[in-house]
């Protein structure tokens, strides 16, 4: 794949057409558009909620949010799609694009709109970063095929859970094992619980991220906290709960825990998914594809599977850097005759224990 991003005009997307959508940055003179189009949209949970006013003022300040718009016949605006660009740090090295399509075009195909917002988001002036990560219905092979054009890559595999709050109403939760304790994300704990999320990250992953623990308590949220062992001298992060922003659905965490599993949780999860379940909104579960014991869990807390979701990652810091440092000798030339003869000692890879 070339290095080099095509850049898609709106003339460019469906010439045939006569009807090509165009790529406008979010304004105050698109709410209405935005609130009418979350009426026919199910992806979308606060458009009918009474803080709706307050949140379309949040929304002009704290996120960048380009959307994709189509005449109609009366030469009125129709809002088809929207990107949420999100920074993931402190230091805004790495964003996250979050897609949402509300109406389906009628001048040109669903997936040329989604090319054209997703080259726009890219390329944007405000949202500049080398790095970027985007989630994808894993059945969406249109959107997976984009994806991989624009050059990203997989990352890793979700299953979203949802809980319904009537099952959960009744008696109080459960208590935790007196041997367990749960704990808040805060500025004390979030030093574990960031552990605890790099431990579940692969190393490209980790890189594209490029979080600090301070960046978890800046996007915390409402149940977002760990589960520690407190029966030993040592405390034992046994799970945690991290906050993932997804555009403008329900809350959602995903859930993690140890590389080795750990029998404790059987007991001591179930507990901390009820109280969970119990919030409102309750938030929706990420949950790692390749974890059955840790679904089990989940599904006998009264959290039902909606879709599985891939973590596709970009970054660019590689090539840049090539570029830029060409006249720079690696290490290893500069060093010649003094690096070891013996071939070096394979780095040990710990996979998650079945």
Known sequence: ???????????????????????????????????????????????????????????????RVLVALEQDATKADRLLSLVILRSLNRRKSCWQLELEERQEPTGTSR????????????????????????????????????ARELGFQPLRRFGVWRVDPPSVSGPPASELPSQCRWSALDNSTARQLFALEQACCSTHHRQILDRQWQDLVD??????????????????????????PSGFARPRLELLRGVAWDDRLMDALPP???????LQPAPELLVDEDDERLQVIVQR???????????LGRSLWRKLGSRELSG??????MLG?????????????LGRER
């Open 1 to 63: 794949m070339s290095d080099t991003l095509m850049i898609y005009s709106g003339r460019d997307v469906d010439q045939a057409s006569g009807s090509s959508p165009r790529v406008e940055a979010l304004n105050a003179a698109h709410m209405r558009l935005l609130l009418t189009s979350a009426q026919v949209s199910t992806s979308n949970q606060w458009a009918d909620q009474p803080q709706a006013l307050m949140l379309q003022t949040w929304l002009l300040r704290k996120l």
């Open 111 to 146: 997936i040329s709109v989604v090319r054209q917002l997703l080259h726009e988001a890219l390329s944007d002036g405000v949202a500049r970063s080398q790095s970027w990560l985007i989630r994808c219905d894993s059945n969406d092979q249109d959107q997976l095929d984009l």
């Open 219 to 244: 996007q915390r949220s409402k149940g977002c906290g760990l589960l520690e062992r407190i029966d030993s001298d040592q405390n034992q992060v046994l799970a945690g709960l991290v906050a993932r």
């Open 272 to 278: 901390a998914l009820e109280r969970l379940a119990r």
């Open 301 to 311: 807390c009264g959290f039902q599977s909606q879709q599985t979701q891939l973590v």
């Open 328 to 333: 720079i000798r690696p290490l290893e030339s």
């Open 337 to 349: 005759r003094l690096q070891p003869q013996q071939p070096p000692l394979p780095t040990p890879t």
